[in-house]
C-alpha cells in the first residue's frame, strides 16, 4: 500500500510541475522555429581538445557538420 500511495503522489508531482505554460518562452521557441525552418541549409565548424596532463595524452578533433 505504500510503495501505491508513494507512486500515486509520485505521478501527481510529476504531472502538476509538467503542466506548466509560459506564453512569453512559447512565442520564444516559435520564432525561434520559424527562423530555422526559413533557412535551407547551414553549417557548423567544431574543434574538441581533450587534455589530460597526468596520462600525457593530448588529443583535438575537428569536424564540420552540414
Known amino acids: 500500500m ?8 509520485a505521478m501527481f508531482i510529476a504531472f502538476s510541475t509538467s503542466a506548466q505554460y509560459d ?5 520564444i521557441l516559435d520564432a525561434m522555429s520559424a527562423k530555422y525552418k526559413a533557412i535551407a541549409s547551414f553549417e557548423a565548424n567544431f574543434a574538441y581538445t581533450l587534455t589530460n596532463e597526468a596520462e600525457k595524452i593530448n588529443e ?3 569536424g564540420k557538420i552540414s
Open 60 to 62: 583535438e578533433f575537428k
Open 23 to 27: 506564453p512569453k518562452a512559447l512565442a
Open 2 to 9: 505504500k510503495n501505491f500511495i508513494f507512486a500515486l503522489s
